[in-house]
């Protein structure tokens, strides 16, 4: 039966992947764990002077930071070589949301878009594939779809807590993101729906500009700049 | 190849070339020059994959042709003849499409195409494990199949190209790379030309076959059995393995009872009937 | 308003629509109901003794495709140029049983494989289509594989009857027929599908060869020729 | 074998229809990358100051049509007389992108609805289906829809600009387009759902030509009508 | 229309006549006169079916057309002319659809022909109680409704074939039965409709429809959750209710806080111009 | 609230309808019980030796059509003057169940079709609409279509107990239903559903003529015509 | 036969399970019955006029707790022990509505969040698994989510019934809500769908405080608190 | 912060929750691999020659249930009382497969019907429902169903290999299995659409006894019973 002989050896096979496998689950899942603390943190922005409080909670989420590249490096290591595809889809979703934190609190901090390097960086992945467990392009361009969506609702709290300027900025800001999209000739599936979205990010800007332009409340520019 | 290859950058570049004079884009936004790099990176990746479905569905189309081909092979008076021509349309589209994946996938991390080349890498083991059975009446190994896919590295004139890009591997060769459940998956699709064979084979009078085929049926079966459910796919065809083998085992049965029916001396008689009938 | 007279137009243009729709069904359903009578006439052939009213049988079904011819016709009237696709899928149950029973009613009487050119004559439509309202390849061969598997049916009873010279012939045709799918590489779903069934049909006129041939009941070439 | 040969010219057959459908999504994805980017600098009128530059964007964008033109030429002579409705599937969405694009750049030239006519010959297919590659009345109508909720944005982006003529006269073009719309009896599901979201675009432009009423902002009758 | 009725059945002997003659049905075996029978009872019921289910899709259409025609009452300066013009067609679907419907299910057991004409007997529900409500602002019941539906029994020439076929009914009227539950779904089907109908008042500038609509729909609202989940139907429709009524809450809301924004003095100004506009 | 008012009626109705609902599909398991039963013993027919016990099976069999003939007038009694259809969904099965179980018994009592009057009377329900709780001729057809099911399968076992009588005679039985359901323009969907299946019986019991024809196991006519 | 008895045994065993299921069915329809009256009642909060009424609302549903612990207990008992999972499905949603009719209740009475005890407490249930019937957490949690979206839908209707201040109370209790969710790890699918809508029910509120806001019908703080 | 505690305590819980149901599932697992190399042994005996082979194949299958019994033995210990049917999901396919090895086991050496008491203890679990961790009826039941299939198959590889006393024997433990389901009135969905299989089996069953009568090859009785 060479049949047989043939198929032990894939037996073998099966039952490493799925051992594998399930390593890897179990250390994205304790990711997700400390990326929804810093996520729940990081969105107390929107609360009640949440706004005003923003210098603070960035710092109490910057160095949680340390710890996901610590996590994200051991779950590199679990990773073959060159098999980075094989078991994406398995921290797909934690790897978007975290590049959204890092999106998240660099505008906060600066107003300004993270860069691919920068995301990278602090959650403790190589840039480029070439160099192994690396931060996919598409995680990170739907890491900011996300904040843009986050944005457009920092636009009305920020409305409700007094501050006119803001939403102005986070307008451009979108903008911008929305033109940086455009360039690009989407196919996969699950960007190119999550972009769709952000025409109604952008729109809901655009409404809130409009609400202050035609009550008067827009200031002027030099009171949108300085931040 | 190459040149095309080539020609195809050679456009793009031109298209944005003109476009950047046109719009309105804020090309001094950091922004804007992000994306622009993003844009190059997703349409290389894009591209490649486009490439690679290609490839793979004229793969897909050329192994169904072979398949369909070595089915003619039962009651043909020229077996040999056309297990050739079998193996020559697969050495063909080795050469023709399999070479140009490797290349594509030549230093890439290929899961991160498998899916484009899944279905006709699957269709092809399909073929080739067929025309094996059929020729050898066994099973090829999957080392036996990945040798077919490994191809001695290009020396012409693009090579300096490719040498520029990336690493050549040190053994000089380019593979496509079957992941064993490729294989194994390719293998339980098998088993549906091996029912149509056997069914086949007893219309034309063929009483060898349909016992060969249920053995090995009846292995392939066991194997998938003991792996069990680690993939959904390797479950689903388990099932229709099963039914397949339940067909050949009916054939069987049929040729058992039927065959219980011819008085002994005209045994003979039947089977050159048959054969030239 | 412009807007108004040209949306107007829109609206007469959208009910036109609905009604053709609604006439050509009812042109198939009137078509469908001739169809199952010619249905019930030809395969009285399996009956017992049938066999042996083989021509009568085809002598009453053969003026009813002049019927079949003039609604295909009227039928055709209704479909405008260039929809033939759009509105294909209410008659194209209809046509493969009129490509079937054509071919059934041919092969009684000659024992020969009807043309495609033939059944686009007998059921009154085109043959390319360019010209219209013609018959698809794909029906055709529906027709086909519907004759084979009747044909298996024919060569049971005929048996039955005590005619062992037909069987051999029908097993003879049904294998022609099966060599010349098998040039074919399929894609279409159901057609496929359909042709799987068609082994099944050859098996058994196989065996039913074989069953004769075992038992001295097969009769020599003269007879079996001699229709 | 006469079986034989007929069955080969059918394989024949069967293999140019497969490449003649993989022929029309290839020149149909074509297609699409020509409306991506003209899409792109359309929709750039939405951005700061992007109002004021309306004359040079759709100047950068009429002549492209010219390129679609040649290119929908190319589609209509791959598609067989007759079989308009067996590939329409495959063009149906690129279409209503290009009809759209074509009435949104008329409208920002001329203020003026696009007639079917007009888009036929803009985008290079034929007006009537009897004349072969036409364009559908349904995709006309889909670009039409499309037409009103980009408007709706500008109406609001037109405010922000200090623009408070436009929205007005934008609020008389969808209202127009609306009371069409109401003309017709709609059965086509896509067309009657995506007609359901026109009267969120209408109460949007309506709700800011009250808020410009309400504070006194909105323009006189000859100021609106000054284009 | 009896004439009509007469021939069809005339032409279906002729047909089977001429069957007769030519088929190889054996006309004397007891299983065939059966089946004739059988034939003949199924083709009636068939037909009577197919001719209802038609007069039923007549009704849809022309019930679709008045709310289409009703939906223009808001912002337009005839409406009393569009509201007679909307219940002169309901008149009509009454006189020309429902009365054949009504005569073909005298004597029927309803309930066997139901699925033929609930459609249309909905959407009709549907027009009518949308009438009411821009004519009165309310809901009409079931019994007037149904009233709308009896008729009285014709009494042309065609009389004698009816009475011979069946029993006239004492009260010489024939009726399109109602059952509760299509008028329940017909009336949940006009809170879509009220619905649309708040927000193009929103945009016609007509500040008063949303609050009632929006009051009449609560109740609704509320009368449906205290049905509960008796039938399949009802839920489907309640939480399709639901975000209708959510709809125009979120009208009212928005009517609410931009009118919060007027300066009273402007009020009657704005209203005019918008009216005007 | 003309509206609360106007609902609470139907209140009332709905939950009258439960009820009512519910009475009689506790009526209809317990006819399913019984029904059972029955089933279970006439189908002990097929059994080894089950063949040759046919009188006592059927003797066991017939009296309890009494029961069900009582319970069914129960059930009638619980259905509303003209609502027949309205509560037929839930005694439809049990019905044609009961169709077939008489259909059976009187073909194993006396090889002959029991007609549509004897089915309603064994089972205690009316034969025509206008007299209330009646036999559905759909539900009959069912039970003979059934019937047809289980012949097949009886020829099969006839054969193995040595009957070669029997599977000639099914053959025609089947044959002549096959005739008279060809009659019937199906339209409705169980019916012809299961119509379609009609033809596999006929061509199983075909197929067992044919085995003993060839075999030269078929009796001659006397030896099949005497019961 | 050994194995007749065997299977006659099942048949009762069988039976009492049917009954069993069937009268548990009865009860919790019962319960509906009383859930969706105090429904009716609760709701009648949103209506014009209603928000004022509230007190006299909550008073009326009140006492109705009584009735549903009576005959949840009485469901109670129908369940043996150590089979609630196995009949969970048929109460289920009951309990869903009961928890939120208990949460919507307090909500009223004193703007708190109900705790898990004090809605088993109310319906009449154990708190603890161990205990038996008990109140599943994930009950609880379904019926804060169902309050979140009642509690924005109050919001939309305090605005048009005048009250500005209860929606930003409104908007801070849901963001406390959110915030809790936001901890849990959810694997529960219909959960995990359910809070997904949590996030819009947030942004509703958030974007009525805005609404507020920006036309300056914000009440200050000390108004917004007196309840 | 009440709400935020009183969350973290919920999410203690969930996490020992969603704990628990992985072990159980882990252990589930592991029994299933053992259960599938039992699976592949016993049906060894469909393999040519293995029909004689059947008293070793038994031999070393037998001891098998030992660690089936042990490992059922510790993930009983897992489940909590009272939640066996929370979890039930889980394990109900290998329970299943189990009682059906136990049962093909025990035909394999006696041909007889195995009972429930002894498939409990043979794979370790109680027989009542009321000791906990137990067999489910529908679960023995399911496994009396796929023995019937897998004998269907063995009765037409028992043919193959010559030995045509067996699907004899076969047919008549497969006819009481199938009166003993008639007897059951089933409602659960899976084990019903299961038990519409046997018909098929048993059919099956009983054309192979009647393709060996019709050839003569149909064994006496004494030589049937003699196993
Ligand atoms: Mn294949
Ligand atoms: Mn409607």
């Known amino acids: ?227 | 190849m190459a040149d095309e290859k080539r020609k195809h950058h050679f456009d793009k570049r031109d298209r944005r070339g003109k476009r950047k004079s046109e719009e309105k884009v804020d090309e001094s936004s950091p922004v804007i020059a992000a994306f622009r790099g993003y844009q190059q990176e997703l349409d290389e990746r894009y591209d490649r994959y486009e490439r690679i479905i290609k490839l793979s569905r004229d793969v897909t189309i050329e192994s169904k042709r072979t398949i369909f081909l070595l089915h003619r092979v039962i009651g043909s008076e020229d077996r040999e003849g056309l297990l050739q021509q079998a193996i020559d349309k697969l050495s063909e589209i080795e050469a023709s499409k399999f070479r140009p994946i490797a290349e594509e996938l030549k230093d890439e991390d290929i899961y991160q195409f498998i899916r484009a080349y899944t279905s006709g890498l699957q269709e092809y083991i399909e073929a080739l494990t067929f025309y094996n059975f059929l020729k050898n009446c066994g099973l090829i190994k999957l080392e036996d199949v990945q040798k077919r896919l490994t191809f001695t590295a290009a020396d012409d004139s693009n090579s300096d190209e490719t040498q520029q890009k990336t690493q050549a591997p040190v053994d000089g060769h380019i593979h496509v790379v079957i992941p064993p459940i490729e294989y194994i998956l390719g293998v339980a699709d098998l088993t549906g030309e091996l029912m149509r064979l056997t069914l086949n084979s007893v219309g034309k009078g063929d009483f060898e076959t349909p016992y060969k085929v249920c053995d090995f049926m009846r292995c392939m079966h066991a194997a998938f059995v003991t792996m069990g459910s680690m993939s959904r796919d390797v479950v689903r065809k388990t099932t229709v393995l099963k039914q397949s083998l339940q067909k050949v085992e009916n054939a069987c049965y049929t040729l058992k009872v039927r065959g219980s029916e011819i008085p002994k001396h005209m045994l003979i008689n039947v089977l050159t009937c048959a054969s030239s009938g």
């Open chain 1, 1 to 227: 039966e060479g049949v047989k002989e043939i198929f032990q050896d894939f037996q073998v096979y099966l039952e490493h992947e799925q051992k594998l496998r399930e390593d890897i689950r179990q250390a994205v899942q304790n990711i997700e764990q400390n990326a929804r603390e810093m996520m729940t943190l990081l969105l107390s922005v929107h609360q009640q002077d949440g706004i005003k409080q923003t210098p603070s909670i960035c710092q109490s989420v910057s160095p949680m930071f340390h710890v996901i590249q610590e996590k994200m490096r051991s779950l590199a290591e679990l990773v073959p070589a060159n098999q980075y595809y094989r078991f994406n889809d398995i921290w797909r979703f934690v790897v978007q949301r975290l590049a959204f934190l890092a999106a998240f609190l660099t505008y906060l901090q600066s107003e300004t878009l993270i860069s691919r390097t920068t995301v990278a960086t602090m959650i403790g992945v190589e840039v480029n594939r070439e160099d192994g467990f690396h931060l996919d392009l598409d995680d990170y361009l739907q890491g900011l779809l996300q904040l843009a969506s986050e944005l457009s609702r920092l636009a009305v709290n920020a409305v409700t807590a007094g501050d006119y300027a803001r939403p102005i900025r986070i307008a451009r800001f979108v903008g911008d993101l929305d033109a940086g999209f455009r360039l690009l000739n989407l196919k996969n599936d699950s960007l190119r729906k999550r972009f769709d979205g952000l025409k109604y990010d952008l729109k809901k800007v655009e409404e809130i500009v409009y609400d202050l332009t035609i009550r008067g409340l827009k200031p002027n520019e030099t009171a949108v700049q300085s931040i």
